[in-house]
């Protein structure tokens, strides 16, 4: 079974550019969640989906983050304009639902450079 | 979410066992205990989980203490690959809230 994959692994934007991150969860999983680990910080909870559906978006920094779940399946995190402070890891993972859905499956991560 | 206090690093002989502590003084009884592990340049990976009992699996073990105040997770006999970051994060119910990170403890092994 394929796990979480993200895609890029790497991206270096400048300041004010624009960047879209992707995030295939595991098939079958209905909860998306979005984390992200800025320099020297501790790892932080940005948003959780259930299927196309915002559950909890109280992580989300700021306008300038837009993330999407069309069709409940892969999901998007935009960044734009993408800001020094962006730079860090950004996780995606996935978990199924109800009692079954108490382990999040994490990818690998992408790591944002902003220049 | 409650909070957690986990020392910031532990040294562990390979082959060895490890005791992982972790304080949750503010726990409720809603919440489950859930430990995550970091290996380097990898996403976070689920370890294990409790409520009141101690638990078990292929991974690791967690004691949790009688008043719920404190746990501990076990690897029985740590290899090099047991290197990583370990967090102890409580979560309200069984469900599929958010996890709350904090600091967690950096495992180091020694060959």
Known sequence: EAGVTQF?????????QT?????????GHDNLYWYRRVMGKEIKFLLHFV??????????????????????TY???KVQ??????????FCASSLSGTGGHEQYFGPGTRLTVT | DAKTTQPNSMESNEEEPVHLPCNHSTISGTDY???????????????????TSNVN??????????DRKSSTLILHRATLRDAAVYYCILRVNFGNEKLTFGTGTRLTIIP
């Open chain 1, 81 to 90: 304009p993408a800001e020094l402070e962006d730079s860090g890891v950004y």
């Open chain 1, 19 to 27: 960047v879209t991150l992707r995030c295939d969860p595991i098939s």
């Open chain 2, 33 to 51: 205990i859930h430990w995550y592990r970091q290996l380097p340049s990898q996403g976070p990976e689920y370890v294990i989980h409790g409520l």
């Open chain 2, 57 to 66: 699996n292929r991974m690791a073990s967690l004691a949790i203490a009688e």
């Open chain 1, 75 to 77: 999901s998007t995190l």
């Open chain 1, 51 to 72: 299927k196309e559906s915002k559950q909890d978006e109280s992580g989300m920094p700021n306008n300038r983050f837009l993330a999407e779940r069309t069709g409940g």
């Open chain 1, 8 to 16: 890029p692994s790497h991206s270096v934007i400048e300041k004010g």
